[in-house]
């Protein structure tokens, strides 16, 4: 049973900064450090779009739009991944959810919610 467990969404005003926490407490390390990990956002009528990606050797990747402003880091002792998100701007809206791909087989989380005004 894969345990998909997020954190950290919120208001914020343009600008501001928030931290995503993604995190399967009941796997074990060794598991965990083979895992790949990604956010995606979704806006209404849209499609999850990926964010931010971190392989299990600890290659990053972001999409255009958040490079330069968010990074993605893992710490495999404590099971978890953190999307930090500094600078956001109003088009950062949307529910951010957490994916896990572990053995071949991709895992969702419920998903938060990150408001950026303007």
């Known amino acids: 049973q894969v345990h998909v467990m997020e954190s950290g969404g919120g208001l914020v005003q343009t600008g501001g900064s928030l931290r995503l926490t993604c995190a399967d407490p009941?796997?074990?390390?060794?598991?965990?450090?083979?895992?790949?990990m990604a956010w995606y956002r979704q806006v209404p009528g849209n499609s999850r779009q990926l964010v931010a990606s971190i392989a299990s050797g600890g290659d990053t990747n972001y999409a255009d739009s958040v490079k330069s402003r968010f990074t993605m880091s893992r710490d495999n002792a404590r099971k978890r991944v953190i999307l930090q998100m500094n600078n956001l701007k109003p088009e950062d809206t949307g529910v951010y959810y957490c994916?896990?791909?572990?053995?071949?087989?991709?895992?969702w989380g419920q998903g938060t919610q990150v408001t950026v005004s303007s």
């Open positions: 009941r796997v074990i390390t060794s598991v965990f450090r083979s895992d790949n």
């Open positions: 994916a896990i791909e572990r053995r071949g087989s991709k895992y």
